[in-house]
């Protein structure tokens, strides 16, 4: 036989590269599915190594990936406590509003920003914020709508589960 086992291998990891530049999601400036991907990724690799006759070692890499994507989640609940993921959408009458200031009212209410766009209509002269947010779950946004209204350029905010 002359085939070449390592030509498999980058082949295999090649085509896994794809589906994992699928398993990633950009929308509204926020990526999601890197940690799919990269699972994706690393099973393949474990794959080869079982393909291969390595079972120890694949075994320790299972169980390592495992260690890791159980203890980061169980991190990232406590960092998230009592709290919810939503969108809030800040609509302007200004092409340029403050980004700073708006982003001090959020830290003072205790609002942690996951991702964030922004987008300007010079036209119009408007821009839309585009914030994704972790909030108490139990929180009264009146007062949070009305920091942020007090900054005069603001014509809209919506707030979406």
């Known amino acids: 036989m002359n085939g070449d086992p390592g030509r498999i291998a980058a082949q ?3 085509g896994i590269g794809f589906l994992g530049a699928g398993a990633i999601i950009q ?9 799919t991907a990269a699972c994706i990724w690393v099973m393949a690799v474990i794959g080869l190594g079982v393909g291969a006759g390595m079972y120890l070692p694949s075994i320790i890499a299972t169980a390592l ?7 980061l ?10 709290g919810v ?3 809030l959408t800040i609509s302007c009458r ?3 509003p403050d980004i700073n200031s708006l982003r001090n009212i959020l830290r003072e209410k205790g ?14 002269n408007t821009s839309v914020i585009t914030l994704k947010v972790n909030v108490k779950s139990q929180s009264s946004y009146t007062h949070l709508f009305d920091e942020i209204r007090k900054e005069g350029y ?8």
């Open 12 to 14: 295999v990891l090649t």
């Open 27 to 35: 929308s509204h400036g926020s990526i999601h599915g890197l940690t």
């Open 65 to 71: 990936t495992l260690f890791v994507l159980i203890s």
């Open 73 to 82: 989640e169980e991190l990232e609940k406590r960092l998230f406590l009592n």
């Open 85 to 87: 993921n939503k969108i």
């Open 94 to 96: 200004t092409a340029s």
């Open 111 to 124: 609002i942690y920003i996951i991702s964030f766009s922004y987008e300007n209509d010079y036209n119009m």
């Open 154 to 161: 603001v014509s809209q905010i919506k707030l979406l589960a």
